[in-house]
């Protein structure tokens, strides 16, 4: 909740900068970071860097939202340093036995012909950062589309080999029960859960066969 406090935030400042630009106003580039750090089963410590840099030229020039990226460096246990750049914002989602396994939020901006500034457009994916041989990372990270209304929970796996299992459970929607002379006459009902099931050893995600699975009954 508080990192999306600050996409709005931001969105806020881009807004107010676009507006100021069209007054005649130059406003001089802007930036804004987060970092974190996790320490994977084998020793690597990634580090996120994560920027969201806001382009606006003076003069007629029009203004550019640069979209949020995120610099991956990692350190492994004998020293060595490498890295590479993500787009995106990083949320760690946790260490599993195959590697580190993160939320990753982007968003895109759609403009009008006449250069109208429309709503942003959210993303969110589920990545697997598993260091590989020569301690790096691939250019393209192995991902799942998680939707807006999914709860994305891990499992570290218990045994070296084993994958990892991540699940991406959906909410619900209560449903007011009738009601008669002010007393509740059959319990709360609601609609089911769907739950979607991976496994990930490091390199790729595996669907369940049954997904989505329906909670529906219980």
Not at 63 to 91: C, E, K, M, R, W
Request: charged content about 5%; glycine content about 10%.
């Amino acid at each position: 909740m508080k990192r999306f406090g600050l996409f709005v935030l931001l969105f806020s400042i881009t807004s107010a900068a676009f507006g100021q630009v069209s007054s005649g106003v130059s406003i001089a580039p802007v930036a804004f970071g987060f970092s974190n750090s996790v320490v994977d089963l084998n020793g690597n410590v990634l580090i996120f860097d994560e920027s969201f840099p806001l382009a606006v030229p003076g003069g007629a020039a029009a203004p550019t939202f640069l979209p949020p990226q995120t610099h991956v460096i990692v350190v492994a246990p004998d020293g060595t340093v490498t890295g590479n750049y993500y787009p995106g914002s990083f949320q760690i989602l946790g260490v599993g036995q195959n590697g580190v396994y993160a939320s990753v939020n982007t968003f895109t901006f759609a403009t009008t012909s006449t250069g109208t500034i429309a709503t942003p457009v959210f993303t969110r994916q589920i990545v697997v950062l598993h260091v590989g041989i020569g301690d790096l990372l691939p250019t393209t990270l192995p991902a799942i589309t998680v939707g807006s209304n999914q709860d994305a929970k891990l499992s570290l796996a218990i045994g070296q080999g084993m994958p990892d299992t991540i699940a991406l459970v959906s909410g619900n929607t209560f449903i007011l029960p009738p009601i008669l002379a002010g007393v509740t006459t059959s319990p709360v009902a609601s609609t089911p859960h769907m739950v979607w099931l991976y496994t990930c050893d490091g390199l790729k995600f595996t669907p369940n066969q049954k997904n989505p699975i329906s909670t529906a009954g219980e």
